[in-house]
């Protein structure tokens, strides 16, 4: 837990004191308690301390620790290396087995104290609910934070945005076989509870069916589960005003399917329904924000699974919109239901402008690596107030290109679409971009691959420790409150 008092009580078990490079030595900042003020400024002359980015000097001065930390340069430093700095003294053997601690920031700029929030609170965040802890000795959670500072509304609205991209995370990390699409109807329903202005519709394999979402339908086939496509209306503004649309790519398990991923590629893809749990987080975040808009949030819920049941290479599919699609690749699937999911919204409600978020292509990964979601749009203004989106949130995104000739690239001989790109491990990303495109009834359209951005394997990244990041959800949150 997080709160904020204007000045330090010293009550806390432990007092982080943020210090950038070229004040050290001045210790001038008038929240650090006199106590500490000489000995920093000993450190300081001694050059034992003086600040160095993600520097950690442990002192105990009555009984009391002050933990002091390095942000480096102050001109040097940035929203992300604040955060990271923040996330390691946090995790930091000093903190272990201490219960609360106040923090001392190193200036008091709304950009500073939200990365403060976020370092703690989306940096501390762990995923171990299968691990059994040790018995003795283990290290303690949910630790409360004071930050010394004026409190203010944006900060409790930091607090909120952390809860939501953290609730994406722990829906991403978990098994497929337990995050199925039952599960995330049920998850969906609990987060609307109680929200009069909302309003749910959910499409089983009978609805799809009469529809003639085949294309969604076809990608499940292989699945014991049922395919869903869920969508919930928030009306937060009147209702003549037209709707922002955010749909997401919920593949629960992505096997690649009859092509099948080879091992090596497969055991991470309980992760490609990242786009939904995305969705799923933001819409909690803007429920509880409660902004003067119509915003309509949908998941586009299958399984790519293989069996007798399954599509299959070389099929030929009807759309909801009419157009057949060739099904050249059985693991390119998760741009066939958000096709149909994107033209169903588009040709259902009103909406003034959509945007889809998908795991969608491994090429993003080689193309953009963990740090940057790839950003696609059919309209540059739209693409630059996204970019901007993600420059306030430090959740960030890279445009490529989409342009009339990709129409090209998405050709068949034998219907009026493919699944696939015309050339193999020719510009993957823009070219599932480009077949999305021709699915949203030129609508505004914005399309957001976190193939790479949604999950890191290993090594920490940025602020994220391994597994889901919730990649999008902040700046989805920052765009549709904005815009
Ligand atoms: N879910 C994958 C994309 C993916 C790859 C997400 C790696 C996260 C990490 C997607 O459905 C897929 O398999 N795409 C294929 C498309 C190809 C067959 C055109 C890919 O990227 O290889
Ligand atoms: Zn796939
Ligand atoms: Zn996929």
């Known amino acids: 837990m997080i709160t904020f008092q204007a000045k330090t009580q010293g009550h806390q078990t432990a007092t982080l004191i943020l210090l950038y490079k070229d004040t050290t030595g001045k210790a001038q900042h008038p929240l650090i308690p006199k106590d500490v003020t000489e000995p920093i400024k000993d450190l300081a002359e001694k050059k034992q301390f003086d600040g160095d980015k993600g520097v950690l000097f442990p002192l105990m001065i009555n009984d009391q620790l002050y933990l002091l930390v390095g942000l480096g340069k102050q001109k040097d430093a940035t929203p992300t290396s604040i955060r990271i700095v923040v996330r390691q003294a946090c995790l930091s053997a000093y903190l272990k087995n201490t219960p609360s601690a106040e923090i001392i920031p190193a200036d008091h700029e709304t950009e500073t104290i939200i990365a403060v929030i976020e370092g703690i609170l989306l940096g501390t965040y762990t995923w171990d609910k299968y691990i059994t802890p040790p018995k003795e000795n283990a290290p303690i959670k949910d630790k409360d934070y004071v930050i010394i500072t004026k409190k203010k509304k944006t900060y409790e609205d930091s607090i909120v945005i952390c809860a939501g991209t953290n609730f994406t995370r722990d829906l991403v990390n978990d098994n497929a076989d337990t995050v199925h699409s039952e599960f995330l109807e049920k998850t969906v329903r609990d987060v609307i509870k109680g929200h009069k202005n909302t309003k749910l519709t959910v499409f089983g394999r009978k609805e799809l069916k009469a529809r003639g979402m085949n294309l969604h339908l076809a990608v499940n086939q292989g699945s014991r589960y049922e395919p869903k496509l869920i969508i919930v209306e928030y009306n937060g503004d009147k209702p003549n005003n037209k709707y922002s649309a955010i749909v997401g790519k919920g593949i629960t398990y992505d096997t690649g399917g009859l092509n099948l991923k080879p091992s090596g590629y497969m055991e991470t893809m309980r992760m490609d329904m990242g786009g939904t749990a995305s969705v799923i987080g933001t819409m909690q975040n803007i429920l509880a924000l409660a902004p003067k808009k119509n915003i309509l949030f949908a998941c586009g819920i299958a399984e790519n699974a293989i069996g007798p049941g399954a599509y299959k290479p070389g099929d030929i599919i009807k ?32 909406i003034k402008r959509v945007i889809d978020i998908a795991t969608l292509t491994g090429a993003c990964v080689v193309a953009l690596g963990h740090d940057y979601t790839g950003l696609m749009s059919s309209q540059d203004d739209f693409a630059q107030k996204m970019l901007t989106s993600a420059q306030a949130t430090d959740d960030r995104a890279w445009q490529l290109p989409i342009y009339p000739e990709l129409k090209n690239a998405v050709k068949s001989k034998i219907a009026d679409i493919r699944n696939l790109g015309f050339a193999k491990g020719a510009a993957g990303t823009i070219t599932a971009g480009e077949f999305l495109r021709q699915f949203t009834n030129d609508v505004p359209w914005a399309h957001l691959d976190i193939a790479g951005s949604a999950w890191v394997d290993g090594a920490d990244r940025m602020y994220f420790g391994h597994g889901a990041t919730g990649a999008s959800v902040r700046l989805l949150t920052h765009f549709l409150r904005n815009h």
């Open 319 to 350: 759309s909801f919109s009419g157009k057949t699609v060739e099904v050249a690749n059985t693991d390119a699937e998760g741009r066939l239901v958000l096709a149909d999911a994107l033209s169903y919204l588009t040709e259902t409600y009103k």
